[in-house]
């Protein structure tokens, strides 16, 4: 199974500022990774699959990098309505597919 | 439009059985393959089980198998998941999941709207 390390597990950015998701699998995915945002008590919502596309609605300003163990997503310009929860999720090799413990987005 | 209605969460006894419901529409139910994935209280996300279209597959997470089955009605748009020997661990919101649009992956681009189920 592989095993998918977020962190940090809290991030406080101030609005206008960037933000940095760092995620590693235990063994290489390719670039077989998601990254997803989840605001509390909605569904989570599929922002980067393929380690960099972004998925459909999704702005500009939220792009993904990485590929084998290390990937990064990054919010630029960052604003209030991105505070969330965000995740993710690898799909190189599975079953099981595996999510990473999440990382929590705060203001300053 | 796509959507996945859930149904049939609720409140149930340790060792009891459930059954989840989820609905698609604005879609093609029946050409792809759907996913279980839940959210224990306060915690990340865990992927639970996943039946390729036409029922010729099914795999589980170790934490259910042998106590949940995925199924589907193609004819109805409708996803299963029948839960039994529920512990106090299985309480969670249960979510359902597909890939429609991200084409050459399996990330989850289509979610339901979440379903609580609550073991106690």
């Known amino acids: 199974e592989i095993v998918m390390t977020q962190s940090p597990a809290t991030l406080s950015v101030s609005p206008g500022e960037r933000a940095t998701f760092s995620c590693r699998a235990s063994q290489s995915i390719n670039r077989h990774l998601a990254w997803y945002q989840q605001t509390p008590g909605q569904a989570p919502r599929l922002l980067i699959y393929g380690a960099s596309t972004r998925a459909t609605g999704v702005p500009d300003r939220f792009s993904g990098s990485g590929s084998g163990t290390e990937f990064t997503l990054t919010i630029s310009g960052l604003q209030s309505e991105d505070v969330a929860v965000y995740y993710c999720q690898q799909y190189d090799k599975w079953p099981p597919i595996s999510f990473g413990q999440g990382t929590r987005l705060a203001i300053k | 439009q796509v959507h996945l209605v859930q149904s049939g969460g609720g409140v149930v006894q340790p060792g009891g059985s459930l059954t989840l419901s989820c609905e698609g529409s604005?879609?093609?139910?029946?050409?792809?393959?759907m996913h279980w994935v839940r959210q224990a209280p306060g915690k990340g996300l865990e992927w639970l089980t996943f039946i390729q279209y036409d029922s010729s597959d099914r795999y589980y997470s170790d934490s259910v198998r042998g106590r949940f089955t995925i199924s589907r009605d193609n004819m109805k748009n409708m996803l299963f998941l029948q839960m039994s020997s529920l512990t106090v661990e299985d309480t969670a919101v249960y979510y359902c999941?597909?890939?429609?649009?991200?084409?050459?992956?399996?990330?989850?681009?289509?979610w339901g709207q979440g379903t609580v189920v609550s073991v106690s």
């Open positions: 999941a597909s890939r429609l649009a991200a084409a050459g992956s399996d990330a989850f681009d289509a």
């Open positions: 604005g879609f093609t139910f029946s050409t792809y393959g």
